[in-house]
């Protein structure tokens, strides 16, 4: 599994816009209880030179972060990157083209959510009592500037761009993120030397501040050079609006999402041996070592993260079976790189999990089996079997097509599921003779580069995005058995039928081809 979903706690709009009477700022106002959030700048409705700005705070539960990655469901700071995801709200008012937002950690207050919802005429104020709005964070307790307190540091300010108005939002605030979870105590948004840890409050999202008519806080009117358009008339930016947590639509909730790269791609089944036709990272095998115990991953004693793991490859005994036997074979990373020492070094993967990157030279004649010892260097641990392939190059541009199946996928899952689906893959064109038929075991083909994406069935609603950029958190792990992956069934609405869609990388052509299989099933 290697994207995580964190659902927003509690957020809120504050606003210094004018109520409908054009002369009463409704600074008062709390909307913490509606499915929407607002951001926007008006100018020079009221009256010439007025500005009203709408600001969205919002807070995620940085908590369970923490307590996912103790528990490893997560990786380390990193390894793993972290996305605000926002999701627009369609309504029938005039779009901010050409808008730029401003993310930033708020700077201090834990601020009161509130139970208001009205977002038109701003009837529903605090009055002093819970919940948060335009001048105060808390009951009775200003912020620091009117509007909000917030960092301006690169680390934790971000500015994204929506060049129609309609966009979801989608940014990478990583280091934001991680500076939550090493926090310990409050920090100041002037003290610039300690940005690595800030508590955590949430972000305020608002208009950047050359589109915000250069607000003055102090004096609650807009001052100093104020962004004009071509013809001379000055800008508003007139409304920005997102889908709150307590909206009905499950998959508009505002979330950060977690995403990293847990592939393990074991190459026992497509173990090449080296050759002058490939570079030397290619001539290099990646074997896994899994140490399952009574159910559970265990490290093996003193084999730890940190500490090495070796392994030694040997040819069999007469007629090349098991046991292995005679003196481990010379290992080499292959093409024109010199040979290597022995035995090759390997280490920790995970918890009972450990891996080596192995390369071999075939012989004049090739053995057909190689045996893989896992040791301490005086203990040995396992002895797995290897078939290497020869590397050979073609007369042909290849363009490969695969049949795909789901060899253990269920109609129907629950919500308290993590899943492991299990992929079989063979080329599309594959005529096997009788005799392959007869007397041995089809192989699934392993996909060096594939992703799967999930759709809701009904509407076709992607849920989950092929994740085929930098973070590679949708890409398949493969091992002797094939492809697969492991998805966290808690990320679906119950009650929904959903679809499993997979992409293969083709080198031939440089680009990921979408597969015309679809693999249904139901969340319950």
Do not use: C
């Amino acid at each position: 599994m290697a994207i995580k979903r964190y659902i927003a706690t509690k957020d809120n709009t504050i606003t210094n816009a004018y109520k409908t009477d054009l002369s009463t700022r409704a600074t008062g106002s709390n909307m913490g209880g509606a499915d929407v959030l607002e951001t926007f700048s008006i100018y020079a409705q009221a009256s010439s030179g007025s500005t009203e700005l709408s600001r969205i705070l919002i807070k995620f539960p940085v908590s369970d972060i923490t307590t996912d990655r103790s528990n490893s469901v997560i990786p380390g700071s990193g390894s793993v990157n972290f996305y605000l995801r926002m999701f627009n709200a369609r309504h029938a008012e005039t779009l901010p083209r050409n808008l730029k937002l401003v993310v930033s950690a708020i700077a201090s207050g834990s601020w009161d959510e509130g139970h208001g919802m009205d977002m038109d005429e701003y009837t529903d104020e605090t009055h002093n009592a819970t919940g948060s709005n335009w001048i105060n964070y808390t009951s009775g307790t200003a912020w620091t500037s009117v509007g909000g307190d917030y960092y301006t540091d690169a680390s934790s300010s971000f500015t994204i761009s929506f060049d129609k108005g309609n966009e979801d939002l989608e940014l990478n605030i990583t280091q934001l993120v991680e500076q939550w979870l090493s926090a310990s105590t409050a920090i100041s948004p002037t003290d610039t030397a300690n940005l690595g840890s800030k508590a955590n409050y949430g972000v305020g999202i608002y208009v950047t501040s050359s589109q915000e008519a250069y607000f003055s806080a102090s004096t609650g009117t807009a001052s100093g050079s104020v962004p004009h358009n071509a013809a001379g008339s000055k800008y508003s930016y007139y409304t920005k609006k997102f889908f709150g947590k307590s909206t009905e639509f499950f998959f508009k909730r505002p979330l950060i999402e977690a995403r990293w790269d847990s592939t393990k791609k074991d190459d026992r089944s497509s173990f090449y041996y080296s050759s002058s036709l490939a570079p030397p990272t290619d001539n290099l095998n990646t074997l896994y070592l899994y140490n399952y115990i009574r159910g559970q991953f265990r490290d093996i004693p003193g084999i730890a993260a940190g500490s090495p793991i070796y392994v030694n490859l040997y040819s069999g005994s007469s007629g090349n079976k098991f046991p292995p036997s005679g003196a481990a074979l010379v290992m080499s990373v292959g093409g024109d790189v010199p040979v290597v020492n022995q035995p090759a070094t390997g280490g920790w993967v995970a918890t009972g999990v450990y891996s080596a990157s192995i390369a071999m030279t075939a012989a004049a004649t090739p053995l057909t089996k190689l045996f893989d010892v896992w040791s301490s260097g005086t203990t040995q641990y396992h002895t797995g079997v290897i078939s290497p392939i020869t590397l050979d190059s073609s007369n042909t541009n290849p363009s490969q097509r695969y049949v795909t199946s789901i060899t253990n996928l269920k109609d129907a899952y629950t919500r308290e599921e993590t899943a492991r689906l299990r992929l079989f893959s063979r080329k599309k064109d594959w005529s096997p003779t009788i005799y392959n038929v007869a007397t041995s075991e089809v192989k699934s083909s392993i996909i060096e580069s594939g992703s799967y994406s999930i759709r809701r069935v009904v509407d076709d609603l992607v849920v989950v995005q092929y994740g085929t950029g930098s973070d590679l958190h949708t890409q398949l792990s493969f091992d002797v058995s094939g492809s697969y992956f492991d998805f966290d069934m808690a990320m679906l609405e119950s009650g929904y039928a959903y679809g499993i869609k997979f992409a293969y990388y083709n080198g031939a052509i440089g680009d990921w081809v979408e597969q015309p299989d679809v693999f249904k099933f139901r969340v319950d």
